[in-house]
Protein backbone atom coordinates (compact mmCIF):
# COMPACT_ATOMS: atom_id res chain seq x y z
CA UNK A 1 0.00 0.00 0.00
CA UNK A 2 1.25 3.60 -1.05
CA UNK A 3 2.01 5.84 1.49
CA UNK A 4 1.05 9.34 0.63
CA UNK A 5 2.99 12.57 1.91
CA UNK A 6 0.60 15.84 2.55
CA UNK A 7 1.82 18.11 -0.14
CA UNK A 8 -0.37 21.04 -1.30
CA UNK A 9 1.01 20.51 -5.20
CA UNK A 10 2.56 17.71 -7.40
CA UNK A 11 6.62 17.49 -5.68
CA UNK A 12 9.53 16.98 -7.87
CA UNK A 13 11.56 14.23 -7.58
CA UNK A 14 15.49 13.99 -8.23
CA UNK A 15 17.68 10.65 -8.12
CA UNK A 16 20.96 12.02 -7.45
CA UNK A 17 23.17 9.31 -10.14
CA UNK A 18 27.27 10.01 -8.55
CA UNK A 19 29.38 7.99 -10.83
CA UNK A 20 31.61 9.73 -13.17
CA UNK A 21 34.19 7.77 -15.17
CA UNK A 22 36.64 11.04 -14.42
CA UNK A 23 36.04 13.84 -12.39
CA UNK A 24 36.29 17.15 -14.79
CA UNK A 25 38.17 19.99 -12.49
CA UNK A 26 35.60 22.35 -11.65
CA UNK A 27 32.76 20.15 -10.23
CA UNK A 28 31.39 20.53 -6.76
CA UNK A 29 28.87 18.24 -6.60
CA UNK A 30 29.50 15.06 -5.04
CA UNK A 31 30.41 12.33 -7.00
CA UNK A 32 32.47 8.48 -7.45
CA UNK A 33 34.23 6.37 -9.93
CA UNK A 34 33.63 3.57 -8.10
CA UNK A 35 31.46 2.19 -11.27
CA UNK A 36 31.41 -1.22 -9.90
CA UNK A 37 28.84 -0.15 -6.96
CA UNK A 38 26.42 1.21 -9.70
CA UNK A 39 23.95 -2.13 -9.15
CA UNK A 40 24.19 -1.95 -6.03
CA UNK A 41 23.43 1.42 -5.82
CA UNK A 42 20.55 1.54 -8.06
CA UNK A 43 19.29 -1.20 -5.56
CA UNK A 44 19.47 1.24 -2.80
CA UNK A 45 17.90 4.42 -4.67
CA UNK A 46 14.85 1.47 -5.07
CA UNK A 47 14.99 0.89 -1.38
CA UNK A 48 15.11 4.30 -0.24
CA UNK A 49 11.98 5.62 -2.70
CA UNK A 50 10.17 1.94 -0.60
CA UNK A 51 11.21 3.21 2.69
CA UNK A 52 10.17 7.40 2.26
CA UNK A 53 6.43 6.21 0.73
CA UNK A 54 5.18 8.03 -1.92
CA UNK A 55 4.03 11.46 -3.15
CA UNK A 56 1.97 12.92 -5.95
CA UNK A 57 4.73 13.73 -8.62
CA UNK A 58 5.03 16.16 -10.98
CA UNK A 59 8.35 16.38 -12.35
CA UNK A 60 11.40 13.73 -12.66
CA UNK A 61 15.10 14.46 -13.08
CA UNK A 62 17.57 11.99 -12.62
CA UNK A 63 21.12 14.25 -12.28
CA UNK A 64 24.66 13.49 -11.60
CA UNK A 65 27.52 12.68 -12.12
CA UNK A 66 26.45 10.73 -15.07
CA UNK A 67 23.17 8.94 -15.17
CA UNK A 68 23.93 8.16 -18.59
CA UNK A 69 26.79 5.21 -16.87
CA UNK A 70 23.98 3.45 -15.78
CA UNK A 71 22.45 0.62 -17.84
CA UNK A 72 19.17 -0.16 -19.34
CA UNK A 73 18.09 -2.58 -16.72
CA UNK A 74 19.17 -0.40 -13.74
CA UNK A 75 17.49 2.33 -16.03
CA UNK A 76 14.40 0.35 -16.18
CA UNK A 77 14.96 -1.01 -12.27
CA UNK A 78 14.71 2.23 -11.19
CA UNK A 79 11.55 3.69 -13.05
CA UNK A 80 9.89 0.42 -12.42
CA UNK A 81 10.10 1.24 -8.99
CA UNK A 82 9.05 5.14 -9.32
CA UNK A 83 5.79 3.55 -10.88
CA UNK A 84 5.29 0.97 -7.92
CA UNK A 85 5.94 3.91 -5.15
CA UNK A 86 4.64 6.86 -6.42
CA UNK A 87 1.72 8.88 -8.49
CA UNK A 88 3.59 10.18 -11.28
CA UNK A 89 1.27 12.69 -13.01
CA UNK A 90 0.32 12.14 -16.98
CA UNK A 91 1.99 14.99 -18.21
CA UNK A 92 4.85 14.90 -15.81
CA UNK A 93 8.30 16.21 -17.11
CA UNK A 94 10.85 13.91 -16.89
CA UNK A 95 14.71 14.45 -17.28
CA UNK A 96 17.64 12.56 -17.26
CA UNK A 97 21.36 13.88 -17.70
CA UNK A 98 23.27 12.67 -20.29
CA UNK A 99 27.32 12.98 -21.56
CA UNK A 100 27.42 13.28 -24.94
CA UNK A 101 29.98 10.90 -25.19
CA UNK A 102 27.73 8.06 -23.92
CA UNK A 103 25.10 9.27 -26.44
CA UNK A 104 24.91 6.01 -29.31
CA UNK A 105 22.10 5.08 -31.50
CA UNK A 106 21.97 1.75 -29.14
CA UNK A 107 21.92 4.22 -26.30
CA UNK A 108 19.29 6.44 -27.70
CA UNK A 109 16.74 3.79 -28.65
CA UNK A 110 17.19 2.52 -25.44
CA UNK A 111 16.13 5.74 -23.85
CA UNK A 112 13.08 4.94 -26.35
CA UNK A 113 11.89 2.55 -23.87
CA UNK A 114 11.81 4.55 -21.05
CA UNK A 115 9.25 7.42 -20.20
CA UNK A 116 12.40 10.45 -20.48
CA UNK A 117 10.85 13.18 -22.58
CA UNK A 118 14.19 15.47 -22.15
CA UNK A 119 17.75 15.24 -21.90
CA UNK A 120 20.51 17.18 -20.42
CA UNK A 121 23.63 17.83 -21.62
CA UNK A 122 26.63 19.19 -20.85
CA UNK A 123 28.37 20.36 -23.80
CA UNK A 124 30.39 23.43 -22.20
CA UNK A 125 32.21 24.07 -25.48
CA UNK A 126 32.72 23.70 -28.47
CA UNK A 127 36.60 24.36 -28.23
CA UNK A 128 37.78 21.28 -27.84
CA UNK A 129 41.00 22.77 -26.17
CA UNK A 130 39.01 24.16 -23.71
CA UNK A 131 37.23 20.93 -23.04
CA UNK A 132 40.43 19.53 -22.70
CA UNK A 133 41.54 22.09 -20.16
CA UNK A 134 38.09 20.96 -17.90
CA UNK A 135 38.93 17.18 -18.56
CA UNK A 136 35.45 16.64 -20.21
CA UNK A 137 35.60 13.23 -21.97
CA UNK A 138 33.78 14.39 -25.34
CA UNK A 139 34.96 16.60 -28.24
CA UNK A 140 33.15 19.47 -29.78
CA UNK A 141 31.80 17.40 -32.63
CA UNK A 142 30.62 14.47 -30.05
CA UNK A 143 28.46 17.20 -28.53
CA UNK A 144 26.68 18.32 -31.78
CA UNK A 145 26.16 14.57 -32.92
CA UNK A 146 24.85 13.67 -29.76
CA UNK A 147 21.77 16.38 -30.57
CA UNK A 148 21.32 14.80 -33.58
CA UNK A 149 21.42 11.38 -32.58
CA UNK A 150 18.93 12.03 -30.04
CA UNK A 151 16.87 14.18 -32.61
CA UNK A 152 16.47 11.12 -34.60
CA UNK A 153 15.28 8.77 -31.79
CA UNK A 154 12.55 11.23 -31.57
CA UNK A 155 13.86 13.10 -28.13
CA UNK A 156 12.22 16.63 -28.59
CA UNK A 157 13.00 18.16 -25.44
CA UNK A 158 16.89 18.68 -25.57
CA UNK A 159 19.13 21.59 -22.60
CA UNK A 160 22.86 21.78 -23.24
CA UNK A 161 25.17 23.37 -20.55
CA UNK A 162 27.49 26.10 -21.46
CA UNK A 163 30.38 27.76 -19.85
CA UNK A 164 32.26 30.99 -20.49
CA UNK A 165 34.90 32.77 -18.47
CA UNK A 166 38.02 30.60 -19.41
CA UNK A 167 41.13 31.64 -19.03
CA UNK A 168 42.19 33.50 -21.78
CA UNK A 169 39.05 33.31 -23.59
CA UNK A 170 38.16 36.25 -25.34
CA UNK A 171 34.77 37.73 -26.35
CA UNK A 172 35.02 36.48 -29.91
CA UNK A 173 35.63 32.37 -28.57
CA UNK A 174 32.32 32.67 -26.42
CA UNK A 175 30.65 34.55 -29.19
CA UNK A 176 31.38 31.27 -31.33
CA UNK A 177 30.57 29.12 -28.55
CA UNK A 178 27.30 30.88 -28.30
CA UNK A 179 26.31 30.67 -32.49
CA UNK A 180 27.24 26.86 -32.70
CA UNK A 181 24.95 26.25 -29.98
CA UNK A 182 22.38 28.43 -31.41
CA UNK A 183 23.05 26.00 -34.76
CA UNK A 184 21.97 23.26 -32.87
CA UNK A 185 18.06 24.50 -32.24
CA UNK A 186 17.91 22.87 -28.73
CA UNK A 187 14.62 23.85 -26.65
CA UNK A 188 16.46 25.10 -23.39
CA UNK A 189 20.45 26.33 -22.87
CA UNK A 190 21.97 27.23 -18.89
CA UNK A 191 24.75 29.02 -19.39
CA UNK A 192 27.23 29.23 -16.39
CA UNK A 193 30.32 31.45 -15.33
CA UNK A 194 33.31 29.31 -14.76
CA UNK A 195 33.51 28.97 -10.63
CA UNK A 196 36.45 28.19 -8.42
CA UNK A 197 34.63 26.27 -5.96
CA UNK A 198 36.67 25.05 -2.68
CA UNK A 199 38.14 21.69 -2.94
CA UNK A 200 38.31 21.22 -6.52
CA UNK A 201 41.16 20.21 -8.76
CA UNK A 202 40.49 24.13 -10.80
CA UNK A 203 40.53 25.88 -7.32
CA UNK A 204 43.76 23.91 -6.70
CA UNK A 205 45.27 25.35 -9.89
CA UNK A 206 43.85 28.67 -9.22
CA UNK A 207 45.67 29.16 -5.80
CA UNK A 208 48.74 27.43 -7.23
CA UNK A 209 48.94 30.49 -9.82
CA UNK A 210 48.82 27.72 -12.86
CA UNK A 211 45.62 29.90 -13.94
CA UNK A 212 44.59 33.12 -14.04
CA UNK A 213 40.65 33.65 -13.50
CA UNK A 214 38.83 36.16 -15.72
CA UNK A 215 38.13 39.78 -14.36
CA UNK A 216 34.54 40.72 -13.23
CA UNK A 217 34.61 42.80 -15.91
CA UNK A 218 35.04 40.02 -18.60
CA UNK A 219 32.02 38.36 -16.95
CA UNK A 220 29.85 41.08 -17.53
CA UNK A 221 30.85 41.40 -21.26
CA UNK A 222 30.52 37.89 -21.80
CA UNK A 223 27.31 37.95 -20.13
CA UNK A 224 25.87 41.28 -21.39
CA UNK A 225 26.60 39.37 -24.60
CA UNK A 226 24.54 36.00 -24.12
CA UNK A 227 21.93 37.51 -23.09
CA UNK A 228 21.63 39.34 -26.02
CA UNK A 229 22.25 36.50 -28.64
CA UNK A 230 19.30 34.59 -26.49
CA UNK A 231 16.74 37.51 -27.10
CA UNK A 232 17.83 37.79 -30.86
CA UNK A 233 17.53 33.93 -31.20
CA UNK A 234 14.00 34.16 -29.23
CA UNK A 235 14.56 32.31 -26.12
CA UNK A 236 13.38 33.27 -22.96
CA UNK A 237 15.32 34.94 -20.70
CA UNK A 238 13.33 33.18 -17.29
CA UNK A 239 16.18 32.26 -14.91
CA UNK A 240 19.33 34.30 -14.02
CA UNK A 241 21.16 31.12 -16.18
CA UNK A 242 18.57 29.89 -18.09
CA UNK A 243 17.08 30.64 -21.52
CA UNK A 244 14.27 28.16 -22.88
CA UNK A 245 11.88 28.56 -25.94
CA UNK A 246 8.49 29.52 -25.56
CA UNK A 247 6.86 26.98 -23.48
CA UNK A 248 10.17 24.42 -22.98
CA UNK A 249 11.34 26.24 -18.88
CA UNK A 250 12.63 23.43 -17.28
CA UNK A 251 9.82 22.70 -14.86
CA UNK A 252 11.80 20.63 -12.32
CA UNK A 253 14.45 23.14 -11.99
CA UNK A 254 11.22 26.05 -11.23
CA UNK A 255 10.38 23.56 -8.89
CA UNK A 256 13.93 24.93 -6.86
CA UNK A 257 13.01 28.50 -7.57
CA UNK A 258 8.79 28.74 -7.14
CA UNK A 259 8.82 26.99 -3.81
CA UNK A 260 7.56 23.87 -4.74
CA UNK A 261 8.19 20.86 -2.20
CA UNK A 262 10.89 18.28 -3.83
CA UNK A 263 12.29 14.71 -3.16
CA UNK A 264 15.52 13.75 -3.52
CA UNK A 265 16.72 10.01 -3.27
CA UNK A 266 20.65 9.08 -3.14
CA UNK A 267 23.69 9.80 -1.78
CA UNK A 268 23.86 13.46 -1.30
CA UNK A 269 20.20 14.23 -2.35
CA UNK A 270 18.12 17.05 -0.70
CA UNK A 271 14.54 17.07 0.25
CA UNK A 272 12.72 20.01 0.70
CA UNK A 273 8.65 19.82 2.18
CA UNK A 274 7.95 23.57 2.89
CA UNK A 275 8.57 23.59 6.22
CA UNK A 276 12.49 21.60 6.41
CA UNK A 277 15.27 20.55 4.29
CA UNK A 278 17.17 17.35 4.41
CA UNK A 279 20.16 16.27 3.28
CA UNK A 280 21.05 12.18 2.41
CA UNK A 281 24.99 11.60 3.14
CA UNK A 282 27.73 12.62 0.74
CA UNK A 283 28.93 9.27 1.51
CA UNK A 284 28.52 6.23 -1.62
CA UNK A 285 29.43 3.24 0.67
CA UNK A 286 27.66 5.35 4.15
CA UNK A 287 24.49 5.99 2.00
CA UNK A 288 24.24 2.05 0.58
CA UNK A 289 25.17 0.48 4.17
CA UNK A 290 22.61 2.82 5.90
CA UNK A 291 19.82 1.98 3.41
CA UNK A 292 20.73 -1.71 3.57
CA UNK A 293 19.62 -1.78 7.15
CA UNK A 294 16.99 0.27 6.89
CA UNK A 295 18.63 3.30 8.16
CA UNK A 296 17.43 6.52 6.39
CA UNK A 297 20.85 8.08 5.71
CA UNK A 298 19.79 11.89 6.35
CA UNK A 299 19.57 14.87 8.47
CA UNK A 300 16.84 16.76 8.71
CA UNK A 301 16.86 20.48 9.58
CA UNK A 302 13.08 22.56 10.32
CA UNK A 303 12.89 26.07 8.84
CA UNK A 304 12.07 28.89 11.10
CA UNK A 305 9.83 31.59 9.31
CA UNK A 306 12.68 33.63 8.40
CA UNK A 307 14.85 30.61 7.09
CA UNK A 308 11.82 30.29 4.33
CA UNK A 309 11.47 34.34 3.67
CA UNK A 310 15.75 33.94 3.22
CA UNK A 311 14.86 31.16 1.02
CA UNK A 312 11.97 32.83 -0.91
CA UNK A 313 14.33 35.54 -1.54
CA UNK A 314 17.08 33.67 -2.97
CA UNK A 315 15.18 31.51 -5.41
CA UNK A 316 12.35 33.57 -6.83
CA UNK A 317 14.58 36.20 -7.06
CA UNK A 318 16.76 34.69 -9.55
CA UNK A 319 13.33 33.88 -11.83
CA UNK A 320 12.48 36.71 -14.53
CA UNK A 321 8.87 36.81 -12.50
CA UNK A 322 10.78 37.64 -9.31
CA UNK A 323 9.25 38.38 -6.01
CA UNK A 324 5.49 38.77 -5.75
CA UNK A 325 4.79 41.12 -3.05
CA UNK A 326 1.24 39.60 -2.66
CA UNK A 327 2.80 36.69 -2.13
CA UNK A 328 5.27 38.22 0.52
CA UNK A 329 2.16 39.63 1.99
CA UNK A 330 -0.25 36.66 2.28
CA UNK A 331 2.66 34.40 3.61
CA UNK A 332 4.65 36.78 6.14
CA UNK A 333 2.42 39.88 6.61
CA UNK A 334 2.40 43.37 5.71
CA UNK A 335 5.16 44.19 7.89
CA UNK A 336 7.59 42.04 6.01
CA UNK A 337 6.55 43.89 2.74
CA UNK A 338 8.10 46.97 4.07
CA UNK A 339 10.63 45.17 5.40
CA UNK A 340 11.37 43.94 2.42
CA UNK A 341 10.95 47.36 0.34
CA UNK A 342 13.43 49.42 2.67
CA UNK A 343 16.33 47.09 2.49
CA UNK A 344 15.22 47.13 -2.00
CA UNK A 345 15.37 50.94 -2.02
CA UNK A 346 19.15 51.55 -2.35
CA UNK A 347 18.83 49.06 -5.28
CA UNK A 348 15.67 50.50 -6.34
CA UNK A 349 17.35 53.69 -6.63
CA UNK A 350 20.76 52.82 -8.12
CA UNK A 351 18.40 50.50 -10.89
CA UNK A 352 19.62 46.71 -9.91
CA UNK A 353 15.55 46.49 -8.51
CA UNK A 354 12.48 47.51 -10.34
CA UNK A 355 9.15 47.16 -9.25
CA UNK A 356 6.73 46.18 -11.86
CA UNK A 357 3.23 44.30 -11.94
CA UNK A 358 3.87 43.99 -8.35
CA UNK A 359 6.61 41.69 -8.39
CA UNK A 360 10.12 43.03 -7.20
CA UNK A 361 12.59 41.86 -10.13
CA UNK A 362 16.46 41.89 -10.68
CA UNK A 363 17.22 44.55 -14.20
CA UNK A 364 19.59 43.65 -16.49
CA UNK A 365 22.74 45.18 -14.39
CA UNK A 366 21.15 44.14 -11.39
CA UNK A 367 21.32 40.29 -12.47
CA UNK A 368 25.26 41.34 -12.46
CA UNK A 369 25.12 42.09 -8.54
CA UNK A 370 22.46 39.59 -7.64
CA UNK A 371 24.60 38.11 -4.67
CA UNK A 372 25.07 42.20 -3.09
CA UNK A 373 21.46 42.44 -3.87
CA UNK A 374 20.92 39.02 -2.32
CA UNK A 375 22.55 39.29 0.68
CA UNK A 376 21.12 42.83 1.22
CA UNK A 377 17.74 41.69 1.20
CA UNK A 378 17.64 38.71 3.24
CA UNK A 379 16.91 38.96 6.95
CA UNK A 380 19.49 38.21 9.67
CA UNK A 381 17.83 38.50 12.85
Not at 183 to 198: C, G, K, Q
Not at 201 to 214: K, Y
Request: with cysteine; proline share 3%.
Amino acid sequence: MKKWTTFACMAGLYIHIPFCRSRCIYCGFYSTTMLDMRQRYADALCQEMRMRGGSAIGTIYLGGGTPSLLTGPMLHQLFDTIEDVYEVNDTAEITMECNPDDVSVDFAEMLRTLPINRVSMGLQSFADKRLQFLRRRHTSSQGRQAVEILRQAGIGNISIDLMFGFPGETLEDWEYDIEQALRLEVEHISAYSLMYEEGTPLNEMLERHQVSAADDDTYIIMYEKLVEKMKEAGYEHYEISNFARPGYQSRHNSSYWDETPYLGIGAAAHSYDLKSRSCNVSDLKQYIHSIEHGIMPSQREILSMTDRYNDMITTRLRTSRGISLDAVRTSYGEDMVAYLLENAAAHLANNWLKVENGHLRLTLSGIMMSDTVMSDLIKTD
